[in-house]
């Protein structure tokens, strides 16, 4: 492949700017050739516009040639906009880049008026080499790809990533911004295989340097030549130039700090799965979590007032819902998942609730107030031979709470004690609040579910479910009864019932039941009820798909 016919035309032509310290190179003299103030102060002299200290100690570091390596003044994101300017005529020619990824391809596409083709990633933010590669033109020169990827977090599968530099035929540019928290090596020491390859790598983040903006591009000699040539000449200046020189023999200190935060990386997600909020922990490779969370905007809001600044990338295509955490301190961390967990509010009537979600599609949910005690575990899958035990101290509201249980195929734990001696209301009201709880909880993140529910004839009797979990809370209820009470529960209270688990659950809930035997037709109710869950709450063998055209729940 021959890189130089890739480059821009007035790229290939033109003669590189030369300094004044082009023409000589050597550490000492008389310096009479710049026109600088001559009475030192440490920074005085210009730089060295060709970074040869730099660019040796990253050599030997990363073992790769100086010839080889890019040293851009304004980190990586100098890089980018040079490629741009050494590979793509303006108007013309085309680059593309996956998506969701990090937004200064596009803002540097943008600038260089090239047009930016952004090809989503498959599900669970795959690279799918041969669908990227489809979306290229004799005109796309440059193909941008994040390894490990921001904002998912994710290392891209390498074998796919060479799938895509050797089929591709323009120039690949690898982000490999995050790979020092990745458990793999990434692509550097490949560089004489693939010519037309460019990995990206920065300080700004394992290595603390944000704040002086350093950044390499590795490369084949005669990119890295034309980048140079066309980049402002004393990119990097003398101070940012000494700092980075110190900080680069702290190899070990660093090594430890990123062992750290692999470790910190864990313990967040652990945490964060607990957290009833929390709907996904993508896998992370990075120094930051992709978390897909109930209501991202209050989370977000709430969290600033707290002091604590996350990044809401919920509007981004791919990562509906998910906030963007980067990965603390241990204190830090903490602080977060504290301010987390107390932003569930509290209920109105001073109640506590406190849920917690475990393996499977499991839930546990406790919530105590003046008037109830109530605590609920709920599995969706459950092994055979699992008991449920019901207790609410109120016979015939236990004996429908059976029918959800024995014909929704679930287990469930639960026992209420309530202020029976007042009247029922609170206790079948609360034990609604806390299964619908259990039930948004145990769900997760709703993948592979389906979302609709069914119907049911009994005897003369017969009940209508629907059920929606698509997120949207409503209920409507058409069952009308002759009597006042069944055993020992009030009619009424059956709406009310329904009424709140649909707030509890966050669902779409319509009933309606017609029947002369009272005792029938709201046991039809409760099987509907029960089916019609079972439904909606099945999850498909391998389907991980959201069931909604829009990709969120
Ligand atoms: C942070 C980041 C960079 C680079 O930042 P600089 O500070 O400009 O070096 C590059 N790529 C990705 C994906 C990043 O997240």
Redesign the pocket.
């Known amino acids: 492949m021959d890189i130089r016919s890739l480059f821009r035309a007035n790229v290939r032509e033109m003669a590189p700017y030369s300094t004044a310290r082009d023409e000589y190179a050597g550490d000492l003299g008389i310096y009479l050739d710049a026109n600088e103030n001559p009475f030192e102060n440490g920074f005085n002299r210009y730089p060295d516009p060709h970074n040869r200290r730099i660019r040796t100690k990253v050599s030997e570091m990363r073992g790769v040639s100086s010839d080889r390596i890019f040293v851009?003044g304004?980190?990586?994101?100098?890089a980018?906009d040079l490629l741009f300017r050494v590979f793509c005529e303006p108007r013309e020619d085309e680059a593309l880049a996956i998506s969701p990824?990090?937004g200064?391809y596009r803002v540097a596409a943008a600038t260089n008026d090239v047009r930016l083709t952004e090809v989503a990633l498959a599900e669970e933010f795959r690279l799918d080499a041969d669908r990227f590669l489809a979306a290229a033109t004799p005109r796309t020169k440059l193909a941008f790809l994040?390894s490990p990827?921001?904002p998912s977090a994710n290392l891209l599968d390498p074998a796919e990533v060479e799938r895509v530099i050797r089929g591709f035929d323009g120039v690949v540019v690898l982000?490999e911004?995050?790979i020092d928290f990745a458990d793999h090596e990434g692509f550097l020491s490949r560089l004489d295989e693939f010519p037309n390859l460019v990995v990206?790598q920065?300080?700004?983040?394992a290595w603390g340097m944000?704040g002086i903006?350093?950044?390499f591009a590795f490369a084949g000699p005669e990119i890295v030549a034309a980048m140079e040539r066309i980049k402002y000449p004393y990119s990097v200046n003398v101070i940012t130039e000494r700092l980075v020189l110190g900080e680069l023999e702290k190899e070990a200190e660093r090594r430890e700090q990123i062992a750290v935060l692999v470790d910190e990386r864990k313990k967040l997600i652990v945490a964060l799965e607990r957290l009833p909020m929390v709907r996904r922990v993508f896998p992370s490779d990075a120094n930051f979590l992709l978390v897909r969370v109930d209501e991202p905007r209050r989370v977000y809001d709430r969290l600033i007032e707290r002091g604590i600044i996350v990044r809401d990338r919920s509007r981004i295509p791919g990562c509906e819902g998910c906030l963007r955490l980067t990965v603390g301190t241990p204190e830090e961390n903490a602080a977060l998942i504290e301010a987390m967990a107390q932003l569930d509010e509290p209920t109105p009537d001073g109640a506590t609730f406190t849920p917690v979600r475990s393996g499977g599609r499991r839930a546990t949910v406790s919530r105590r107030s003046r008037e109830t005690d109530i605590s609920i575990t709920l599995s969706l899958d459950p092994v055979s031979g699992s008991e449920s035990q019901i207790a609410t101290g109120l016979g015939f509201f236990d004996h429908m709470l059976e029918q959800i249980v024995h014909h929704g195929g679930f287990a469930l734990q639960l026992s209420a004690r309530g202020d029976l001696a007042v009247d029922e209301h609170h206790t079948i009201e609360d034990t609604a609040l806390v299964l619908g709880e259990a039930f948004r909880l145990a769900l997760g993140d709703k993948r592979g579910i389906g979302r609709y529910g069914f119907a049911l004839p009994m005897d003369e009797s017969r009940a209508l479910v629907l059920l929606d979990f698509g997120g949207r809370i409503a209920t409507r209820w058409k069952v009308e009864f002759r009597r006042e009470r069944i055993g020992d529960v009030p009619t009424e209270m059956f709406e009310h019932f329904f009424d709140s688990f649909a707030q509890a659950a966050r669902c779409n809930l319509h009933i309606a039941a017609r029947g002369r035997n009272e005792h029938h037709k709201i046991e039809a109710v409760f099987k509907a009820f029960a089916r019609a869950l079972r439904m909606a709450v099945e999850r498909k063998p391998l389907d991980f798909n959201l069931p909604s055209s829009k990709g969120l729940l």
């Open positions: 851009g304004n980190g990586s994101d100098e980018i990824s990090y200064m994040c990827n921001n982000d911004a995050y990206l920065t300080l700004s983040k944000a903006r350093i950044g």
